[in-house]
């Protein structure tokens, strides 16, 4: 967890390859994965560059890959997963033997492909032909069509001409057209016969069903005749030869039928043999796709280098975690070593103004508490983490709100299946899935806080559990309780003075006073947890102080914030904790009674404005003796704090910029980017914190009663749950006949799935939107910047699950 506590400490350095050993030794550096090159070639066309003919090459490579995948899928062949185990980057002689396999086995497809297309053609247009002699011969042996044909014909059929006829082949679509057709440019002196294909051909270029449609075109004249011909291949209709005599036409289909039967046996052998042959690809794609990948990202990589004059060297530059620099040099000398070169690799750490790249080292845990922090923005290099500290305060907020034994159980679950079964779930690659996927950490610690406040709440599917017995006595009869009319706790006649061991008496949930008492109770909890969230977080600019060496801001901004918290808010909950412990129903003394006791928010006011409040007879206005004398120390110095937030730092720069006569003060390099007044005149440095002290003295009280919203949402899912039970799963329970027995098992159903679906996931959502609002703005704010860039190092593993994921 000490890495998280803020980013790695990053250095700049200068990389010197020897060109024959640059391959090898940035492959190494691709699979540490801890260094982001700079493009020392920005101003350079990348078609320019020295290594575009090996990325072309590469993307010729993933061409050829890409046409055996889709081959494969083509056919229905199974093409493994990738690979758990990345395989190792090739040398420069194992990727010219790939390029010669992937060229080999191009060919091959290629050539089975053709083979199979034109076999297809060949099969397609015999079994057109064999339905045309079929189909054909009912329209010969009928003549009366034929004969009216003739008696229509005009002069020419007089003249005791033959008929002519073509016969041929057509798709159904385009059937209404080409006798429309045929029947416009011979003026109805055609007859057309037709008859459809009971069953679909397959068209060999696309691989689609396509049905088809038999026809005969009987005509007089060889003007018509070349009419027809030219419809005919318009409308990409197939003529076949037709004899005139029914001998002729048995003879040619007893031929073409034989022909039908050698053509099926090889084309089910050539489909053998590419079958055959996509089953030994078919293993292999997904390590040359990741070969390929690698390769290509070592090449473009390169590019981003610089070559010096003589050419003999190659210069680049990277940002590299200062703990990774042994590692670095290992991969450098591995690199020179895999390729025999003499002359050896070097690493220079460089100085730069630049500010570094951000790095947070996570793990499959803690990676989804630090995406919900840079959600709002990458951390500023080197300032503090919150995501550290959101692995506890994320699910503890959202738990006071989402209290429920039964609900939070209901989340741990969901989150502890897809840990246990995370492996198989994150072959998963929807998009909205990973999302949720990926904070399954926090939805199962949300679950194990949530079954924790449920249990301090003694809160069960809005039930309580009487576990450890019940503090109070209850004077009233067995039906008052069981019909829970008006039964209300006092505290001065019911109340045993034992404390209930821990959390909530049971005996709560029963009483109709519950919604006072949790009222109360669950806000002021929501103003202390929220006052003490918000004290964390301004300690928190305390420990960017110190490591920005910004030593002056802790007298200048610090204290005056932190006075100002404390000594109004942070009070104001000591007050909570006072009247909890002094006030009594069980006391002789008539000022220490409930009815005494003042509220804390009137207080708080009166406070604020100086006023006083008569209070009631036999009480007193104040708790302890001199609160009135404390109260108005601490509002003179709240009010002192306004001022000092808002003058000393601006003064403190001026004075500085006066000794040093420069105009301005150096600061050290790679400090947060809002404290650089450098160049900034004094006017802009007296506005800009005018501004910053406005703003934090209205976000402490705003930001207070933003955290109410614990309360509100605590108090609603609590009630909303009772809702749920006493109108829909209660119904059962209260029928003590059979009948209540099958309405339990009926209305659970209903109640399950509105508690699943509104309670745990619209309320659960709720929560957690108002959680993350809690932390961004309310906690963060007080010293999170979020100003940095994150560090996105040449990784072979990081390229493989984006190009997975995309």
């Not at 069903?209 to 030219?230: P, T």
């Not at 039964?487 to 404390?499: A, C, F, G, I, R």
């Not at 160049?679 to 703003?695: C, G, L, N, V």
């Not at 799935?753 to 704010?781: C, D, K, P, Q, Y």
């Amino acid at each position: 967890m000490g890495a998280m506590f803020r980013s790695e400490e990053m250095s700049m350095v200068q990389l010197l390859i020897q060109p024959e050993a640059a391959y090898q030794s940035v492959a190494e550096l691709g699979e540490l994965g801890i260094a982001q090159f700079r493009d020392l070639n920005g101003d350079i066309n990348m078609f320019q560059r020295k290594y575009t003919s090996e990325i072309r090459r590469c993307e010729e490579m993933e061409r050829k890959i890409g046409y055996i995948r889709r081959e494969i899928l083509k056919d229905s062949v199974t093409i493994p997963e990738m690979p758990e185990v990345i395989p190792r980057t090739p040398n420069s002689r194992e990727i010219i033997d790939l390029e010669a396999q992937l060229e080999k086995t191009e060919n091959e497809i290629v050539e089975l492909s053709e083979n199979n297309h034109a076999l297809l053609q060949n099969f397609m247009e015999l079994t057109e032909l064999k339905n045309v002699l079929e189909k054909t011969q009912v329209f010969f042996s009928d003549k009366s069509n034929v004969q009216n044909l003739e008696a229509t014909g005009g002069e020419a059929a007089n003249d005791g001409k033959p008929l002519g006829f073509v016969a041929g082949v057509i798709s159904r679509e385009r059937v209404i057209g080409f006798e429309r057709m045929l029947w416009r440019v011979s003026r109805g002196n055609i007859f057309l016969r037709q008859a459809t294909l009971e069953e679909a051909l397959v068209d060999p270029k696309t691989g689609d069903a396509v049905h088809k449609i038999v026809f005969v075109a009987f005509f007089q004249g060889e003007q018509l005749k070349s009419r027809v011909k030219k419809v005919c291949a318009g409308y990409h209709a197939a003529l076949y030869p037709c004899p005139n005599e029914y001998n002729e036409r048995e003879e040619m289909l007893r031929g073409v039928r034989t022909r039908i039967e050698d053509l099926r046996m090889v084309l089910g052998q050539t489909q053998d043999q590419r079958q055959r042959v996509l089953l030994n690809v078919a293993k292999e794609v997904p390590t040359w796709e990741i070969i390929a990948k690698k390769v290509k990202a070592i090449y473009h990589t390169l590019n981003m280098f610089s070559v010096d004059v003589s050419k003999k060297c190659l210069f680049g530059e990277a940002w590299v975690p200062t703990a990774g620099l042994q590692d670095v040099k290992n991969a450098l000398v591995n690199g020179s070593a895999a390729v025999g070169s003499a002359v050896p690799s070097f690493l220079n750490i460089i100085a730069t103004n630049e500010e570094p790249p951000t790095y947070n080292r996570t793990n499959k845990f803690t990676s989804g508490f630090q995406n919900l922090i840079e959600s709002y923005g990458i951390a500023s290099y080197r300032e503090a983490n919150p995501a550290l500290y959101t692995i506890i305060t994320f699910p503890f907020l959202f738990a006071i709100m989402f209290g429920d034994l039964g609900h939070g159980m209901i989340l741990f679950i969901l989150g502890m299946w897809m840990v246990l079964w995370e492996k198989s779930l994150a072959k998963n690659k929807e998009e909205i899935w990973q999302l949720f996927f990926g904070g399954r950490y926090i939805i199962l610690l949300m679950g194990i806080f949530s079954m924790y406040t449920g249990f301090v709440y003694n809160d069960i599917f809005s039930k309580g559990m009487n576990i450890f017995g019940s503090s109070w006595s209850i004077n009233y009869n067995t039906s008052t309780i069981m019909t829970n009319e008006d039964l209300q706790l006092n505290p001065t006649t019911d109340y045993s003075e034992t404390v209930y061991w821990y959390g909530l008496d049971p005996l709560w949930m029963l009483s109709t006073n519950k919604i006072i008492f949790l009222n109360s109770f669950k806000m002021k909890l929501s103003i202390i947890f929220g006052v003490v969230h918000m004290i964390f977080g301004v300690c928190m600019s305390l420990v960017n102080h110190k490591q920005f060496h910004r030593l002056e801001n802790i007298l200048l901004e610090f204290i005056p914030q932190i006075m100002f918290l404390v000594l109004l808010f942070a009070y104001m909950c000591f007050m909570m904790f006072f009247k909890w412990i002094m006030y009594t129903a069980v006391t002789d003394e008539d000022h220490l009674k409930p009815g005494c006791a003042p509220s804390v928010l009137i207080m708080f006011i009166n406070m604020m404005l100086f006023k006083s409040q008569e209070p009631l007879p036999t009480c007193r206005e104040f708790m302890f003796e001199g609160q009135k004398t404390l109260q108005i120390i601490f509002i003179v110095l709240g009010l002192i704090c306004i001022p000092w937030l808002l003058l000393a730092k601006p003064f403190y720069i001026m004075v500085q910029r006066k000794k040093k006569g420069t105009g301005h003060v150096a600061e050290p390099a790679h400090q947060s980017s809002s404290n650089h007044h450098d160049d900034e005149p004094m006017s802009e440095i007296f506005i800009h914190q005018a501004i910053h002290t406005i703003e934090y003295i209205l976000s402490t009280i705003s930001h207070t009663a933003s955290y109410l919203r614990l309360w509100a949402l605590s108090l609603a899912h609590a009630q909303l749950s009772e809702v749920l039970w006493n109108m829909v799963f209660q119904i059962g329970l209260q029928n003590d006949s059979y009948i209540g027995a099958i309405l339990i098992w009926v209305l659970f159903w209903p109640w399950s799935v509105l508690t699943i679906g509104i309670l745990v996931g619209m309320e659960g959502l709720s929560a957690f939107l108002h959680t993350l609002r809690l932390h961004w703005v309310e906690f963060m704010s007080k010293f999170y910047e979020g100003l940095g860039y994150a560090f996105k190092p040449f990784s072979f593993k990081a390229l493989l699950e984006e190009e997975e994921a995309e």
